[in-house]
């Protein structure tokens, strides 16, 4: 099969993650892959198979005012139709909403299956009425529309009827590193440093249980606009001792199976990888059960624990419990990796695959996570 694969950048971030690790899978398995992407190959922070072929199209930029703007999208739409013309795909998949929308009007009138995916709980997001009625007209225009919760599967349904709407999560690789029980104390979170993430109340409900543990410390990775609030926030609760913005780091694994504790802090999500990829190294984890993603995951008190959405008691109070019971934390890091039976790299190009067999016949209808088990799971392959 032939595969176009569309985003905007491979720059750090969740799902562009995603859209490497599934290249790299396709193309592992002999598929022929073309990852585009508007920005530069440059700017690529995730290793790509040197058998895909990367096309970077350079054409990132800020925009500044209405005409500024339409001629920027024609410019990117034109080069994009070009490129995607001239690989001749059996199919093209676009990540990410305004990408999603870009890609649609780009390949209009071309003889070729388009999916878009949205990465994110689109409910919870803010996004310019503009693109929310682009949206409504263009979406329902795609042969399929991926989504990564059940969660979020009846407001697809909404945007792009006609039995087009497919549940496909995130995938998680197998670990590089195993984690084990060795004493750290040391609770590691891992996101953009965004509202959306939820580090202020991270901070906060750690300040509350600093003084109980002092031996404990909290580390966050990544980076994003509010660094500065959060080392503000930091320095305020003097805790500047205790928590540590640490980055963005290639190689997540290494905290991971060196924290005592994982915690997801989110208010909204899409299907976290941070989380999933901390499970499947064997952490014991803590998340909100914000909207969509993480009560799809965690099976509470079993393979992690699950608190309200911006509850700074609530969280602090998991936290503390588990920071004083080694042994709920090795009974919950032991349950964890079975993230890796439901959500691992090989079921999940089975779930992709059964979204190109359905393409491949003469009607598109909806299909859960459920009800892919039953289709077939090789790919329809072009010669």
């Known amino acids: 099969m032939r595969l176009a694969l569309i985003i905007s950048t491979l720059k750090a971030g969740g799902a562009e993650r995603v859209m490497a690790t599934l290249a790299n899978a396709w193309v592992k398995r002999g598929d022929c892959v073309t990852l585009i992407t508007l920005g530069s190959v440059d ?42 013309g001239a690989t001749d795909p059996s199919v093209v998949i676009s990540f990410v909403n305004r990408t999603n929308l870009l890609t649609q009007v780009a390949t209009w009138g071309l003889p070729l299956p388009v999916i878009v995916s949205e990465r994110n709980d689109p409910r919870e997001e803010s996004s310019p009425l503009s693109m929310r009625l682009l949206r409504r007209v263009l979406y329902p225009q795609a042969d399929a529309v991926v989504v990564q919760t059940n969660s979020v599967l009846a407001w697809a349904k909404k945007v792009a009827p006609k039995g087009r709407s497919v549940v496909i999560p995130n995938p998680v690789g197998h670990p590089k590193k195993i984690w084990a029980p060795t004493g750290q104390q040391k609770i590691v979170a891992i996101g953009r440093l965004n509202r959306q993430k939820g580090f202020d109340v991270l901070i906060e409900a750690f300040a509350k249980i600093a003084p109980l543990h002092p031996h404990w410390t909290l580390d966050i990775y990544g980076e994003g606009p509010e660094r500065l609030s959060l ?39 899409g299907f976290p990888n941070a989380l999933l990829e901390a499970m499947a190294c064997g952490c014991p984890v803590i998340s909100t059960d914000c909207p969509s993603g993480p009560a799809e995951i965690i099976r509470m008190n079993y393979d992690g624990w699950l608190v309200p959405p911006d ?15 080694a042994a709920d934390r090795q009974r919950l890091g032991a349950n964890a990796s079975t993230v890796l039976d439901r959500f691992g790299i090989d079921r999940i190009l089975e779930l992709w695959d059964g979204l190109f067999h359905q393409l491949s016949g003469s009607g598109h209808p909806a299909m859960t996570v459920s009800d892919v088990k039953t289709k077939p799971t090789t790919s329809t392959r072009a010669a």
Not at 53 to 70: A, M, S, W
Not at 243 to 251: A, C
């Open 43 to 84: 700017d690529d922070f995730y290793p790509l198979d040197s058998r895909v072929h990367r096309i970077g199209l350079n054409l990132v930029k800020n925009t500044y005012g209405v005409f500024d703007r339409f001629h920027t999208f024609c410019r990117r739409a034109s080069a994009l139709r070009h490129s995607v």
């Open 311 to 325: 509850d700074v008691n609530a969280l602090a109070n998991s936290m503390s419990f588990l920071v004083n019971s």
């Open 231 to 269: 080392e503000l926030m930091i320095q305020n609760l003097r805790l500047t001792d205790r928590v540590m913005l640490r980055g963005i780091i290639s190689d997540i694994s290494s905290p991971l199976v060196e924290a005592g504790l994982f915690v997801m802090p989110s208010r909204y999500e």
